[in-house]
């Protein structure tokens, strides 16, 4: 396979780099009273700033430019500034420097950094992942064709989908859990899974699949590229698969920009992708 120009650079140790400087960021905040405080901006994915997502970006453009300075061309798309150039628009840098901001705003465990370097405008163009869940401390990654990897260790052969005697998934992670979402899909749910997880983190959870800590996972709310971009890769290089729901030219049609476009599942088998797909979303 020909290594693509843009994958000669470190984005692994800057993305390792750009955790560590994160973590800095959460101790130097430990309380949710701390957390809590905004900005007063909004950021260019349409959510209110919080000073730690703000810092958290920091850390993450100090990085960037390390490798812009360094030889590196591309365009940041970040979750709080939006479109940043760094010199080549054909190559984009997918960033959300803390998925799952409520649950560090709370102090719950799961809320990771995203990070995906892709060649081309949509999913199907990203060709590095990593996602640094912040609460156990696990670093994911993957480069196309190259496979995935849990805190350095390859994920060889995962284990298959677990199910019930009567065919249902063993456990479904949720996404976008809001009630009311919950509540239109409640019949789809219970029809194909006997338990579900939220965890809060559309990133982490989609992670989960890579290894089969959980069967699949659902969004039942369109997704933004930040939260997605770097755990797709991390999926599919763990032989599993995904699909955003809806989207045109494929099922990993949807564009790499800040805007919410289509639910996201993903599965270990093709046959639970296809009945996943037709859960009701919004």
């Excluded at 949720?174 to 983190?201: F, N, Y």
Aim: proline share 5%; with cysteine; aromatic share 4%.
């Amino acid at each position: 396979m020909t290594t693509h120009p843009a994958l000669q650079h470190d984005w692994l140790g800057a993305c390792r780099r750009a955790a560590e400087g994160l973590q800095s960021v959460l101790r130097d905040h430990p309380t949710s009273r701390e957390r809590i405080i905004e900005t007063g901006e909004t950021g260019g994915g349409g959510d209110r700033t919080l000073v730690i997502d703000a810092e958290a970006e920091d850390r993450v453009f100090e990085e960037l430019q390390r490798l812009h300075d360094g030889g590196a061309r591309f365009t940041a798309v970040s979750e709080e500034r939006g479109n940043v150039d760094f010199g080549d628009d054909g190559v984009l840098v997918v960033v959300d420097p803390i998925d799952g901001s409520l649950n560090a705003k709370r102090g719950l465990p799961h809320h990771a950094l995203s990070v995906a370097v892709a060649t081309g405008e949509t999913m199907a163009d990203v060709i590095f992942g990593f996602v640094y869940d912040l609460g156990p401390g696990e670093e994911w990654r993957a480069t196309l064709g190259e496979g995935t990897y849990l805190n350095g260790v390859r994920v060889d052969h995962p284990p298959p989908e677990r199910t019930t005697q009567d065919g249902r998934l063993e456990l479904l992670a949720v996404e976008s859990a809001d009630p009311r979402w919950l509540a239109l899909a409640s019949d789809d749910l219970v029809a194909a899974t006997r338990r579900i997880r939220a965890m809060g983190s559309i990133a982490v959870s989609m992670c989960q699949v890579a290894n089969t800590r959980v069967d699949a996972m659902a969004s039942l709310a369109r997704t933004r590229a930040v939260d997605a971009a770097a755990a797709q890769l991390i999926v599919r290089e763990s032989g599993g698969h995904v699909e955003f729901v809806g989207a045109p030219g494929g099922p990993l049609g949807a564009p790499l920009d800040l805007e919410p476009h289509h639910p996201v599942v993903a599965a270990r088998s093709a046959e639970t992708l296809a009945r996943l797909r037709e859960l009701p979303a919004v």
